[in-house]
């Protein structure tokens, strides 16, 4: 099977705008997590979504939002971006998030760089 | 606050020698996961191990558990340069809530 990709893999933006990163997960892969890595706060949850609906939620400002498709591809939005948005944003796929069962299966992630 | 802490943050060895991180967790977890990531990649997974289980492995990693002390440990035996990158722990979700990453471990293996 082919793993999770991300898209696109680098991007630079300028404060202020917006940006949509995208994920495709491992066929069969019904749940969707992205996670935001930078050095100083390290690999922070983002959001979960599962069949089309967002299952949890990390502590991010709502200028983060995200959504996944039927085909259970997802995106994630940031609008207005600032300087600190710049990290590798970090996709991971897994059949289903069942309590003590599930490994993640990471893409290779976007990095972001906000000028 | 995160769930998981490693320790040490940096680690440097001799290849073939043996690397040893440890992983330690604030609340009840139904697994814990261990996983690597090379310089600015993504995360690779590397074992999981559930909350019932003490000791687990995996080719040259060995694992263990002790929910008592909530800790657990990752061991690298006869290490190579290629195991040269971050590792991380995870806890795992209980329902409703999400994978906690800790700050990582950085290991360096030197020829």
């Known amino acids: 099977k082919a793993g999770v990709t991300q898209t696109p893999r680098y991007l630079i933006k300028t404060r202020g705008q917006q940006v949509t990163l995208s994920c495709s997960p491992i066929?069969?892969?019904?749940?969707v997590s992205w996670y935001q890595q930078t050095p100083g706060q390290g690999l922070q949850f983002l959001f979960e979504?599962?069949?089309?609906?967002?299952?949890n939620k990390g502590n991010f400002p709502g200028r983060f939002s995200g959504r996944q498709f039927s085909n259970s591809r997802s995106e994630m939005n940031v609008s207005t971006l600032e300087l600190g948005d710049s990290a590798l944003y970090l996709c991971?796929?897994?059949?289903?998030?069942?309590?003590?069962?599930?490994?993640?299966?990471f893409g290779p992630g976007t990095r972001l760089l906000v000028l | 606050s995160q769930q998981g802490e490693e320790d040490p943050q940096a680690l440097s060895i001799q290849e073939g020698e043996n690397a040893t991180m440890n992983c330690s967790y604030k609340t009840s977890i139904n697994n814990l996961q261990w996983y690597r990531q090379n310089s600015g990649r993504g995360l690779v997974h590397l074992i999981l191990?559930?909350?019932?289980?003490r000791e687990k492995h995996s080719g040259r990693l060995r694992v263990t558990l002790d929910t008592s002390k909530k800790s657990s440990s990752l061991l690298i035996t006869a290490s190579r340069a290629a195991d040269t990158a971050s590792y991380f722990c995870a806890t795992g979700p209980n329902y409703g809530q999400n994978f906690v990453f800790g700050p990582g471990t950085r290991l360096s293996v030197l020829p």
């Open positions: 066929s069969g892969h019904r749940s």
């Open positions: 991971a796929s897994s059949l289903n998030m069942r309590q003590g069962e599930e490994t993640q299966y």
């Open positions: 191990i559930r909350s019932n289980e």
């Open positions: 979504y599962f069949s089309e609906t967002q299952r």
